[in-house]
C-alpha cells in the first residue's frame, strides 16, 4: 500500500546536511570522447571542460557537460590498471558519482561520518586562478559515492584541475532539460529498507513515500520502493528492492547485469515534455512504449489535462494525478547494451509523486523488453 509521511513546516529541528541540490553526476565509461557526443548530439548537452593528459592529468580523461542546472561528466581511464578499469569490468558503463551542493563540505563530511558514513574523501580544498573549491565524499550503496562540493568561492567553469571545453565546429541546440528531479538506486533483496536508515539517519533524509510490492506489480513480477527527500526537498532518491513474482523483476534484472547495487534511472525535468520529448526521438533516443489503449480513458482516469491527447499517444508520454496536480513522465529504453541504466523525462504540473498511477503500465513495457532479451 502506498503511504505518504506528510511533511511538516516546523524547522524546529536543524538540517545537520543542508544541501543546494545536485551539482554534477559523473559516468564510469568505455569510451568518454564517445559517450560525450552521444549526449551532446542526442540529449543536446553543451560543452562545459576537460581534464586529461593535456591538463596534466596522465591517468584519466573527462568531459563535463551542462544543460541549464543538469551537469554530467563523463570519465574514461588511459590505461587498464587504473581502478576506473575496474568498475568498468564489472559494471559496463554505469553512475560512480552524485555529487551533491553543499555550503560547507568539511561540516557535509564531519557530520555525516560521525553519524556512521564511511568516508571516501576527506575534506580537500582545490585552488586556482578563479578560486577555490572544497570536496569531500563518503560512500553510499553499492559502489556509488556522494561527493559534497563547496563551490561559493569559486568563478570558474566546473573545478580547479578542468580547463574550458570548447568545440566552436559543432553545435547541437538544447533539448530543454531543466534539473534532475530524483535518482533512483536498485539494491538487493533486503536491503531497502537498511539503506532508508542510511539516508535518514547518515544524511537527514526523511522517507516521504513508500510503495510496497502490490503497488507496483504486474502479472509476472514485483519490487517495492521508499522515497528519501533531503530537508528542502531539492535531493530525491528513491530506492528500490525486488520483490518476489511469478517471474524475475526488473530490478533482478538490473542487479544481474550491473553485477551489483547502483543508480537505475536519473529523471531529468523539462518545462515542455512535448517538445523535449519530439527533440530526443528525433535524434535518435528510444522510449518505452505502452499500449494505444493506455490513452483511450486517459482522460477519465487523470481528469482534464492542458495538453492535447493527440501528441502524448503519439510519443507515448504517460499521465498521472495526484492530490496536488499532475505530471507527464517517459523512461528511455537503458543506455547501454546492459539492461541497466536509463533516464527517466518528467514535467510536473503541481504533482509532487512519481507516478503511482502508470506503474502497472511502465513495468509491462518493461517486461516485454525483458523477455526480449530472455530475461524475464
Ligand atoms: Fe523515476
Avoid at 574514461?76 to 575496474?86: K, Q, Y
Avoid at 561559493?152 to 570548447?166: H, I, M, T, V
Avoid at 533531503?230 to 535531493?235: D, L, P, S
Wanted: charge should be negative; charged fraction near 25%; glycine fraction near 8%.
Amino acid at each position: 500500500m502506498e503511504t505518504q509521511t506528510a511533511i511538516s513546516n516546523k524547522t524546529t529541528q536543524q538540517d545537520f546536511l543542508p544541501l543546494e541540490g545536485t551539482d554534477f553526476v559523473e559516468f564510469y565509461v568505455g569510451n568518454a570522447k564517445q559517450a560525450a557526443h552521444f549526449y551532446r548530439t542526442v540529449m543536446g548537452f553543451q560543452p562545459l571542460a576537460y581534464c586529461g593528459p593535456e591538463t596534466g592529468d596522465r591517468d584519466k580523461v573527462s568531459y563535463v557537460l551542462r544543460q541549464n542546472k543538469v551537469q554530467f561528466m563523463f570519465t574514461t581511464p588511459l590505461h587498464s590498471n587504473h581502478p576506473i578499469a575496474d568498475h568498468i569490468h564489472r559494471h559496463g558503463d554505469g553512475i560512480k558519482v552524485l555529487a551533491l551542493r553543499v555550503p560547507d563540505a568539511a561540516s557535509a563530511w564531519e557530520e555525516t561520518t560521525q553519524r556512521g558514513g564511511k568516508s571516501f574523501l576527506e575534506p580537500k580544498a582545490m585552488e586556482d586562478e578563479h578560486g577555490k573549491v572544497v570536496l569531500s565524499g563518503i560512500h553510499t550503496y553499492g559502489e556509488v559515492i556522494h561527493l559534497f562540493v563547496e563551490r561559493k568561492d569559486y568563478k570558474g567553469a566546473f573545478l580547479p584541475g578542468f580547463q574550458p571545453w570548447n568545440t566552436p565546429y559543432f553545435h547541437t541546440e538544447e533539448t530543454g532539460l531543466l534539473y534532475i528531479d530524483h535518482c533512483v538506486g536498485n539494491v538487493g533483496w533486503n536491503q531497502m529498507n537498511p539503506w532508508v536508515k542510511f539516508y535518514e539517519e547518515v544524511m537527514g533524509f526523511r522517507n516521504i513515500l513508500s510503495f510496497d510490492d502490490k503497488d507496483i506489480s504486474t502479472e509476472y513480477s514485483a519490487l517495492m520502493s521508499k522515497v528519501m527527500s533531503n530537508g528542502n526537498g531539492y535531493v530525491k532518491f528513491p530506492i528500490n528492492e525486488p520483490a518476489e513474482g511469478k517471474k524475475k523483476s526488473q530490478v533482478e534484472e538490473y542487479l544481474e547485469y550491473y553485477d551489483g547495487e547502483g543508480v537505475q534511472h536519473v529523471a531529468l525535468a523539462t518545462a515542455d515534455i512535448v517538445h523535449t520529448v519530439t527533440q530526443l526521438r528525433n535524434r535518435g533516443m528510444e522510449f518505452l512504449r505502452v499500449p494505444n489503449s493506455y490513452y483511450d480513458d486517459l482522460e477519465s482516469r487523470v481528469g482534464k489535462i492542458d495538453e492535447d491527447i493527440a501528441p502524448l499517444r503519439e510519443l507515448g508520454i504517460l499521465v498521472d494525478r495526484d492530490d496536488e496536480g499532475y505530471l507527464l513522465q517517459l523512461f528511455s529504453k537503458p543506455v547501454e547494451d546492459r539492461p541497466t541504466l536509463f533516464f527517466e523525462i518528467i514535467q510536473r504540473k503541481g504533482a509532487k509523486s512519481f507516478g503511482k498511477g502508470n506503474f502497472k503500465a511502465l513495468f509491462e513495457a518493461i517486461e516485454r523488453e525483458q523477455g526480449l532479451r530472455g530475461n524475464l
